[in-house]
Each structure stands twice: as C-alpha cells, then as structure tokens.
C-alpha cells in the first residue's frame, strides 16, 4: 500500500486530462443506471481494498465538520460543542469548519478512528462513489483519485464500464 500511496498523485495528474473528458461527456448524458453501476463499482472496490491499510484521507486531508457532526462529537467526548471547536478546529476559505491539523488527531497508530462510531457525516461518505448522481460531483472525484487509491480504481473501472 505504501508504495500505490506514493505513486498515487503521478498517476493521477497522468490522467488528469483523460478523466476531465470522460466526466465532461459523463456530465452531458449519464445512462439511466448510473446509480446502480456506480453501487455495483464500489463494493467491488471496497470487497478488495481495506481502508486500515491505508488511511491516507484522514492522514492527507480531513473532513469538514458540520454542526450536527460537532453536537455528536463533543457529546461523545463529553465536552461543551464550543470547547470541541476551540480544541480541534478552524474555519477554512469556504467558512466551514475543518481540522487544525492533519494527520487527524482522532487517527490512531493502527489506522483505527478513535470516534468511529460518532465520525463526521463527510468520513462516512469518503469517497463518494457510492452516491447518487455520482457523476455531479467530478471535479471532487478527480482531486480525490490523487488521494484515494479506490477511488483512483473505480474512476479507471468507470471508464471501462460505463457507456454514455
Ligand atoms: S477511503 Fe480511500 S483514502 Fe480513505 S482509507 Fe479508504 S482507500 Fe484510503
Ligand atoms: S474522524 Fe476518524 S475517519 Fe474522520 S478523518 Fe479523523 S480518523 Fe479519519
């Protein structure tokens, strides 16, 4: 894994281009089925792919946090919400709130989420290709496939697969 890691963002920018042109042709005229190709991508991704060999999200980049994540969290850690806020977090470019730092601090040494069961919505959901109207959010899909090997997998196995 440390070594797909490594190369990861090269391979990326390779296909920087190539994935632009997919999307934008995506984006024009989705097949009706997208949803359901997209689900069947993912958990095939993911039956191989184990994120505790990887962690390279919560290690490169972090979640934003909304409110209702920062209610549950500072619930779980019996803090007050604003205590949680002083404690771990910023407000970014685009005013959401965002770690003070990376690797995140709820990250252990084997990989595991200190606050699994409570992690932020935007955790839960990484890298999104399960979600519906998969090919809306491209731009965000190409960033993450230099930071997410799985997600770097499905977007090759979509452009095998999926034909607009
Ligand atoms: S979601 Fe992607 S980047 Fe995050 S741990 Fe899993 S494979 Fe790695
Ligand atoms: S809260 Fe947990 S899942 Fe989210 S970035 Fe931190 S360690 Fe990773």
Redesign the pocket.
């Known amino acids: 894994m440390e070594e797909i890691l490594k190369n990861l963002p090269e391979k990326a920018k390779d296909k920087h281009k190539e994935n632009k042109k997919f999307f934008a042709k995506l984006r024009k005229k989705p097949p009706k089925d997208l949803d359901r190709q997209m689900q069947d991508m993912h958990e095939e991704e993911f039956s191989r792919t184990n994120c505790l060999d990887c962690a390279n999200?919560?290690k490169t980049t972090?979640?934003l946090f909304t409110n209702k994540d920062i209610e549950r969290i500072s619930k779980h850690l019996k803090q007050k919400p604003q205590q949680f806020i002083e404690q771990y977090l910023r407000i970014d470019e685009d005013n959401d709130y965002v770690l003070q730092q990376v690797p995140?601090t709820?990250?252990a040494e084997d990989n595991y989420?200190l606050?699994?069961d409570v992690?932020?919505k935007a955790?839960r959901e990484f890298p999104h290709t399960d979600r519906k109207d998969f090919h809306k959010i491209s731009n965000l899909t190409i960033k993450n496939t230099a930071i997410c090997p799985a997600a770097f997998n499905i977007v090759e196995e979509m452009k095998r697969r999926v034909k607009g």
């Open positions: 999200c919560c972090g979640p995140c709820f990250l989420c606050i699994y992690r932020p955790c």
